[in-house]
């Protein structure tokens, strides 16, 4: 079965500092890779994906995800954290069973970024 | 451009009630997920909506819960009997051509359910 694991329920970076948030996967084939951000009251939003190509993907608001097969991780990171980047993050991988384009989701990481 | 919009925001509602929960995607976007997100918890996948073919209903919780897309746009999700444990927040979801290089989805900004 498909699955996604955010080990950390919670991470706690210092302003200025490098983040990183940890995402661990389990699919048969090759995994279609998303991080996704949700700030208080609002929706998720796209932050970046992983479908083939260059193993450092780039997205928005600075952060950045590398997918490491042999590890089946695509951790997220940033390399300055700044204070308005503390929300929920969730990585999710494509299902591929079925035929449908369904995404599971990791339970969630808060981050805290501290002044 | 105009993003996926759900309504109401917020619903108050008495255990034993039912409530629809409104979704419009973004104009075009042929395929439409509904989720559920408790307190602390991750999302949960409800149903699947993709062109005329048969929606994936797999995620359901109980036959209490039902929803329609009508003419490949708006998407209702009724539950009926409310339980206080149908209280979350509840995410509508829209790409607009799966599998054709498009794989991320839009998110709505959610309905937050309170059953009192």
């Known amino acids: 079965a498909q699955s996604v694991a955010q080990p950390e329920d919670q991470v706690n970076v210092a302003e200025g500092n490098p983040l990183t948030v940890k995402c661990t996967y389990s699919v048969s084939g090759n995994p279609y890779l998303f991080w996704y951000v949700q700030y208080p009251n609002r929706g998720l939003q796209f932050l970046l994906k992983?479908?083939?190509?260059?193993?450092l993907v780039k997205g928005s608001y600075g952060f950045e995800a590398e997918f490491n097969k042999s590890q089946t991780s695509f951790h997220l990171k940033k390399p300055s954290a700044l204070v308005s980047d503390s929300a929920l993050y969730f990585c999710?991988?494509?299902?591929?069973?079925?035929?449908?384009?369904?995404?599971?989701f990791g339970a969630g990481t808060r981050l805290a970024v501290h002044p | 451009g105009a993003g996926v919009s759900q309504s109401p925001s917020n619903k108050v509602t008495e255990k034993g009630k039912d409530v629809e929960l409104r979704c419009d995607p973004i104009s075009g976007h042929t395929a439409l997920y509904w989720y559920r997100q408790s307190l602390g918890q991750g999302l949960e996948f409800l149903i699947y909506?993709?062109?005329?073919?048969?929606?994936?209903k797999s995620g359901l919780p109980s036959d209490r819960f039902s929803a329609e897309r009508t003419g490949g746009s708006v998407s209702t999700l009724t539950i009926q009997r409310t339980q206080q444990e149908d209280s979350a927040v509840y995410l509508c979801a829209s790409i607009l051509q799966p599998g054709q290089g498009q794989y991320e989805q839009y998110f709505g900004p959610g309905t937050r359910l309170t059953v009192t």
């Open positions: 909506f993709q062109g005329n073919s048969a929606p994936d």
């Open positions: 992983y479908i083939t190509g260059d193993n």
């Open positions: 999710a991988v494509r299902n591929l069973s079925g035929g449908y384009n369904k995404l599971i």
